[in-house]
């Protein structure tokens, strides 16, 4: 999984006092974060690429994360994404703490990662295709990945997305019901190629989350629950 993902991925609960007009007209764009049927807004990029493409909108957003979750250093990102109904690009990037290196005297210091990463999305009627792309520049890695989603926005939408393309692919699949006020949805991730479906050690994850919004302000939960195959 890329660096971006994962941290887009460590919110348990958020809160968001976004302008009302990010919700859009087309139902699909939310503020909050989400699966890949309703991901947040600026961070479709990373989520699910073939949601980009909305209506018109441009959001920048930055990122910083305190040392918590048993890092051992300060997380920085920022995140530009602009939107038409037809086309939607996006562009950021990350600074965070990636590993710990033990010095000989015992010492302790944070080992950081910083990483770029982009991707542009297409909508043609109810249905959105896109691309994003990353690179670790401390390590010179390559992520690629790409989505798909199908829906009108309000009401029953699909998505499948393949993530590191260029490494170790595998697969998530997700459905989402949607009303202005809310959105539920439950995401399966299989494990990669390289596992097997069906092999000892293979594990799946079935991801469900959920938003409410009440005016200007919402909330938002998600729960993983991973199940390896013995």
Do not use: W
Not at 161 to 168: A, C, E, H, I, W
Request: aromatic residues 8%; proline residues 6%; contains cysteine.
């Amino acid at each position: 999984m890329c660096l971006a993902r994962k941290l887009a991925l460590l919110s348990i609960a958020s809160v968001s006092a976004l302008p009302h007009s990010v919700m859009g007209a087309t139902e699909i764009m939310r503020p909050l974060p989400g699966g890949i049927v309703f991901p947040e807004f600026n961070q479709a990029v990373i989520i699910n690429p073939g949601t980009l493409a909305l209506e018109k909108a441009t959001a920048l957003q930055g990122l910083y994360l305190p040392p918590i979750f048993g890092s051992s250093g300060h997380t920085y990102g920022a995140n530009l994404t602009h939107s038409t109904p037809k086309l939607g690009l996006s562009l950021g990037g990350v600074r965070a703490p990636s590993t710990t290196v033990v010095a000989a005297d015992g010492s302790a210091a944070a080992d950081n990662t910083t990483a770029v990463h982009g991707g542009a999305g297409l909508r043609l009627s109810n249905v959105g295709i896109g691309a994003a792309y990353e690179r670790n520049i401390d390590s010179g890695a390559d992520t690629l990945g790409a989505g798909l989603t199908i829906g009108s926005g309000r009401g029953t939408n699909v998505a499948l997305v393949v993530n590191d393309l260029s490494s170790s692919p595998y697969v998530v699949a997700g459905v989402g019901y949607l009303e202005k006020p809310y959105n539920l949805e439950a995401n399966l991730q299989l494990p990669s190629f390289s596992q097997g479906l069906i092999s000892t050690g293979s594990t799946y994850v079935l991801s469900l989350s959920a938003a409410v919004y009440v005016g200007r302000f919402g909330l938002s939960f998600f729960v993983d629950y991973p199940y390896t195959l013995g």
